[in-house]
């Protein structure tokens, strides 16, 4: 019987400080696949962004599901990384779905962020049906959350925070974007009405041409850009490894570093804006009301006790129907042993007789079961979990 408890790990390095990214940016989602498989755990969601790295696990065996992100942690080598498990791992989960954990409050990729990461785990086979309707859920009251507040019309996503940015500083005429996916791909949207001269840069010909085709943008091979070209340059590639060096030699640059680890290794005299600078820019500019912060946190809380009891209640559904299925195996193999002695003329009344003396002693367990399990004493559940688990033959 699986536990009806989820287990996150949660290394999010929402300071932006690189002692605290330790090793996350150079390892892909199959690397952390590999060692939650080899714990013998099987049933798990992986989120990882730009900022965030979250394991989401459902198991019947709690103490190896915490030694394995424990394990995990220490390998990846952050001092960021904590465990949450139960009622608090699903509050979590719905306030990173809402935007409320994002490091720009509200940032709405994170939404598509999370559901592309289920489908990888629906996908691969990872997805229990406990986790599909927790994640389902779990969206549900983050949209719930959007629509009840002002997250959906205030809200700032990294893209928009970075051309905010440019178009309030003076003297920005020319922008090269350095990157050819999803993240440039938004950067150049929320820019193409600027009213500046727009170059995209990257390695492959094929994609360049791909993202300017009907924006109106220069394109050029990252083997022959130059920084001393434009005003302002924005990256964002993925690489565990600085792709160039910005020197003193040129003219001052506004640059806007959206790697994670940075894509710049040095900014000499320009203006350097990574993404902890992204971060304050935004909540300067977007930040919910304490009235907005009470509907968010009311909703949250209602929605995850919601949910809590309705895993509880399907854990209370298994545990039920596999006492009444061990009592109807007991109950067939002794009414076998009566009918040879009375004969198998009487099935029907030893049938009855039987299923009147299981419903009788089972009454009051199922319905002190039903109690433990509604009441959510963690204690007792446990006990449950002991009692009538798959050790004890369920």
């Given at each position: ?104 409050l509200g940032e709405q990729e994170i939404q598509k962020q999370v559901k592309d990461s289920l489908a990888e785990a629906q996908a ?271």
């Amino acid at each position: 019987m699986i536990s009806m408890y989820i287990i996150s790990l949660h290394a999010t390095y929402k300071t932006m400080d690189l002692t605290h990214l330790g090793k996350w940016a150079s390892h892909d989602k199959a690397f952390f696949a590999q060692k939650i498989e080899e714990s013998g755990i099987h049933e798990y969601v992986i989120l990882k962004t730009c900022n965030r790295m979250e394991i989401y696990v459902a198991v019947s065996e709690i103490q190896n599901a915490k030694l394995c992100l424990a394990s995990i942690a220490s390998d990846m080598q952050t001092t960021s990384a904590y465990l949450l498990e139960g009622q608090d791992s699903i509050t979590h989960l719905m306030r990173v779905c809402a935007g409320l954990e994002s490091m720009i409050l509200g940032e709405q990729e994170i939404q598509k962020q999370v559901k592309d990461s289920l489908a990888e785990a629906q996908a691969s086979g990872t997805a229990s049906k406990m986790l599909n309707y927790v994640f389902m859920k779990a969206l549900s009251a983050a949209k719930k959350v959007r629509t009840s507040t002002s997250l959906s019309t205030s809200a700032f996503s990294i893209p928009k925070a970075a051309s905010g940015i440019i178009m309030h500083t003076k003297g920005i005429g020319s922008v090269c974007i350095v990157g050819t996916g999803h993240m440039a791909s938004r950067v150049l949207k929320e820019l193409s009405d600027a009213g500046l001269r727009i170059t995209l840069c990257g390695r492959s010909a094929a994609k360049l041409n791909a993202l300017s085709n009907g924006h109106g943008t220069d394109t050029v091979n990252l083997a022959d850009f130059n920084p001393s070209n434009f005003d302002a340059i924005i990256t964002a590639v993925s690489s565990p490894e600085p792709i160039f060096k910005i020197t003193s030699a040129g003219k001052p640059l506004l640059i806007i570093d959206l790697g994670n680890p940075r894509n710049v290794s040095s900014n000499g005299n320009s203006t350097y804006i990574d993404l902890m600078g992204i971060k304050n820019y935004a909540h300067i500019n977007a930040k919910l009301s304490s009235e907005d912060n009470r509907i968010a946190s009311r909703i949250i809380s209602s929605s995850s006790d919601a949910m809590v009891r309705h895993l509880n209640s399907m854990e209370a559904d298994e545990i039920i129907a596999s006492l009444y299925k061990k009592a109807e195996v007991a109950g067939t193999a002794q009414c076998g042993k009566a009918l040879k002695l009375i004969g198998h003329e009487h099935r029907a009344t030893v049938d009855m007789m039987a299923k009147s003396i299981s419903n009788a002693i089972l009454s009051s367990p199922v319905q002190n079961i039903k109690r433990i399990i509604k009441e959510g004493d963690v204690t007792k559940i446990e006990t449950l979990r002991e009692i009538f688990g798959e050790d004890g033959g369920c």
